[in-house]
């Protein structure tokens, strides 16, 4: 569970990271020790392609050891938000459904090159947690834009919507 984590985190200190300006990249790499993140494994493909595995902080989210961005949250979602957001993760189980805020500028390059939403900046960002059948699992959901995903009629275009990742704790 979020809460759980940032519960148990919320303790230390966060994580002091040393960062450089990756050349020609347009992104920010990072040295940092992981002591106060959980790690969690990419099950899905678009996870496995894009941004690797991650690790989570109260105020951090890292791709692939490599890319690091400050997240920031905005609030718990509603009934009627968490029942419209699991048909984009096809999980019912997941729990805690929570939207921070993050700034993942369009020019970032992930893994293989890839970005999180195209020619767009990543503006947000889903993170739901539950139990699953490979250990606790973690789903991002990524968006772009200025308003908040719900907007109406959000689910009939999904508007903003740029990814789905899956992940594993064991």
Known sequence: M????AAAIAG???VHAVEAQSPGRGHRTVETSHAHLTHWTAVS????GITGDVELGEHQLVFDDVHSFHIEKIRRLTAPEVDA??????????????????DIPASAKLNHGNTMCGKRSTTKVIMAQGQGYG?????????SGSEEPFFKGWRESHTGVCASFGYVRN
């Open 2 to 5: 979020l809460a759980s984590i």
């Open 12 to 14: 230390f200190p966060l």
């Open 45 to 48: 493909t678009t996870a496995m």
């Open 85 to 102: 957001t699991k048909e984009l993760t096809g999980n019912s189980d997941l729990r805690e459904w929570d939207l921070y805020k993050i």
């Open 135 to 143: 250990g606790t699992e973690l789903s991002l959901i990524f968006f």
